[in-house]
């Protein structure tokens, strides 16, 4: 039976239920990796930017930074990010990749795209592309 | 700071934050009505199809029949709906709406509507129509 169009042709509905579901299968694809999608963005991120503090991480990836914390003790003891006093201000404490970070980083980023590809099969690369520009826009609004 | 490239030109990470994002703001905005996301998905269902089985219903919504059945268990005890022998087959049980689960169901929609409309704010008309549509192609394709 069809889905009722008050549902069908929400989006926010959609969106849920897509999120949901590529979350959940990027979430089974780099388990085997030791990680979680919350560390794959925080790796994602120290990647481009260097060395940042917690509070630079958290509002880049709008993570609580409660919650936060406790994702970069877990990455710390795999030995994937270190924690170092900053040079000017040594009460701030600056995290950065190391090079098994960078590794993880990447295999997960492979397996990221792969998931993408999966996820999107049915549409043309235009469609893909359209979609990408849309979910963007909405993105940057908040 | 900018959210590196891997991840803000992922359509599954986008698709995953906002969908995280829109479930959200719908369950706060309908908390007041007693119910939660998977509530309206059942009262919307039973409104277009009519009495129907729990297992139509499950695969309809493609949820798990484990939860589907404390879910009703809940709209049941709220008077919103009602499960009934079926005349054809007493084993079977069919489930309806009541007219309280009826006047429930608008309710959300209504307010389903205006989280979509927040939402999607920063889209234009027809921009809202083509992420609809591609959102619908993905839904289906699964």
């Known amino acids: 039976m069809r889905l009722p169009d008050d549902l069908e042709r929400n989006c926010g509905y959609l969106l849920s239920h897509l999120g949901f579901r590529s979350r959940s299968r990027f979430t089974e694809a780099i388990a085997r990796l030791g990680i979680r999608p919350a560390h794959y963005g925080i790796l994602s991120v120290l990647m481009e930017s260097g060395p940042i503090t ?27 990010v270190v924690r170092a006093a900053d040079p000017v201000d040594r009460r701030r404490h600056a995290v950065s990749l190391t090079p098994a970070g960078k590794r993880r980083r990447q295999q997960a980023a492979r397996i990221g795209r ?23 826009r909405l993105w940057l609004q908040h």
């Open 114 to 136: 792969r998931v993408e590809d999966e996820l999107l099969q049915s549409l043309e690369p235009e469609e893909r592309e359209e979609l990408r520009r849309l979910l963007r």
């Open 54 to 80: 917690q509070a630079e991480l958290a509002e880049t990836l709008r993570l609580d930074s409660g919650w936060l914390v406790g994702l970069l003790d877990q990455l710390e003891a795999e030995g994937l």
